[in-house]
T-cell receptor, first 112, second 114 residues
Framework: DQQVKQNSPSLSVQEGRISILNCDYTNSMFDYFLWYKKYPAEGPTFLIS?????DKNEDGRFTVFLNKSAKHLSLHIVPSQPGDSAVYFCAATDTNAGKSTFGDGTTLTVKP | ETGVTQTPRHLVMGMTNKKSLKCEQHLGHNAMYWYKQSAKKPLELMFVYNFKEQTENNSVPSRFSPECPNSSHLFLHLHTLQPEDSALYLCASSQVHGGLDGYTFGSGTRLTVV
């Protein structure tokens, strides 16, 4: 049973527009949520995170939204740039159990 | 040198070989992790070390043996692997286990078992 799901394997967006990446989870014990970006031949890089006590966290062009009742989080990138093209992973952490679970990833392509 | 460094970047080994993957971090982090990424699968947690003590073994077969001699180094010893063990093996570290600052990942070792 996959506890963290990214249902869109890929997303294509025009440069300057908004990119919205989605993630759903099933375990209500998750209390920290994180987004990572991965370029080919590199390890994932931490982008932004949010605690379950918040519903929004913003860092420059990146905003993460958390809807606990729907067990859903999303990453908004505005404006999207070609350099944002990468695989994006969401991860959810149960801090009591000390476990982080990753989604499958969504490949974002930003077209010039 | 900063960040998380993994060696080797690529490894091809036979099923009867013994090899080791090395991970080194100079970030002063207290937790280190081994993850496995197989094709078309999410990242799978293998092992967690917190303050040099193993705190998690995620039902990993005994042909994978981790070692954490100090807080900066983590090894994954491999022996009698199977072809289905071919994957990208990622090491990561974090200041606090499961914190909001996320993990710092290495670039990974691409392992091929023949």
């Amino acid at each position: 049973d996959q506890q963290v799901k990214q249902n869109s394997p890929s997303l294509s967006v025009q440069e300057g527009r908004i990119s919205i990446l989605n993630c759903d989870y099933t375990n209500s014990m998750f209390d920290y949520f994180l987004w990572y970006k991965k370029y080919p031949a590199e390890g994932p890089t931490f982008l932004i995170s949010i605690s379950s006590i918040k519903d929004k966290n913003e860092d420059g062009r990146f905003t993460v939204f958390l809807n606990k009742s729907a067990k859903h989080l999303s990453l908004h990138i505005v404006p999207s740039q070609p350099g944002d093209s990468a695989v994006y992973f969401c991860a959810a952490t149960d801090t009591n159990a000390g476990k982080s679970t990753f989604g499958d990833g969504t490949t974002l392509t930003v077209k010039p | 040198e900063t960040g998380v460094t993994q060696t080797p970047r690529h490894l091809v080994m036979g099923m009867t070989n013994k090899k080791s993957l090395k991970c080194e971090q100079h970030l002063g982090h207290n937790a280190m992790y081994w993850y496995k990424q197989s094709a078309k699968k999410p990242l799978e947690l293998m092992f967690v070390y917190n303050f040099k003590e193993q705190t998690e073994n995620n039902s990993v077969p005994s042909r994978f043996s981790p070692e954490c001699p100090n807080s900066s180094h983590l090894f994954l010893h491999l022996h009698t692997l199977q072809p289905e063990d071919s994957a990208l093996y990622l090491c990561a570290s974090s200041q606090v286990h499961g914190g909001l600052d996320g993990y710092t990942f290495g670039s990974g070792t691409r392992l091929t078992v023949v």
